[in-house]
Nanobody, 122 residues
Framework: QVQVVESGGGLVQPGGSLRLSCTVSGRMSNIGATGWYRQTPGKERELVARIDEGITRYSDSVLGRFTISRDYATDGAKSAVVLEMRNLKPEDTALYSC?????????????WGQGTQVTVSS
């Protein structure tokens, strides 16, 4: 199976920066694309950024301000998906969740973390 745990949210002033980290545990051969989504009350969850075999994709609203990266532990059993957020705006306030898409033996399955709150406010 796959475990997904996020960390790094919090309160930040407009223009500030935050770093979100998502630790993914499991057999890496069954783990495909990973990404960050966000959701605010009354709105649908939206894709923020995604990375798949080194290829990244960003929503227009965060392009140029957010950077997603993925690192692998040397034992091959864990992966860290990091979202660096700069020049944060109040409209970035949301619950951010990490998503992992399975492949091979876990093809077609999605795995989610519990989410981490990001609040941008003065």
């Amino acid at each position: 199976q796959v475990q997904v745990v996020e960390s790094g949210g919090g309160l930040v002033q407009p223009g500030g920066s935050l770093r979100l980290s998502c630790t993914v545990s499991g057999r890496m051969s069954n783990i495909g694309a990973t990404g960050w989504y966000r959701q605010t009350p009354g709105k649908e969850r939206e894709l923020v950024a995604r990375i798949d075999e080194g290829i990244t994709r960003y929503s227009d609203s965060v392009l140029g301000r957010f950077t997603i990266s993925r690192d692998y532990a040397t034992d091959g059993a864990k992966s860290a998906v990091v979202l660096e957020m700069r020049n944060l705006k109040p409209e970035d306030t949301a619950l951010y969740s990490c998503n992992v898409r399975g492949k091979n033996l876990l093809r077609g399955r999605d795995f989610w973390g519990q989410g981490t709150q990001v609040t941008v406010s003065s």
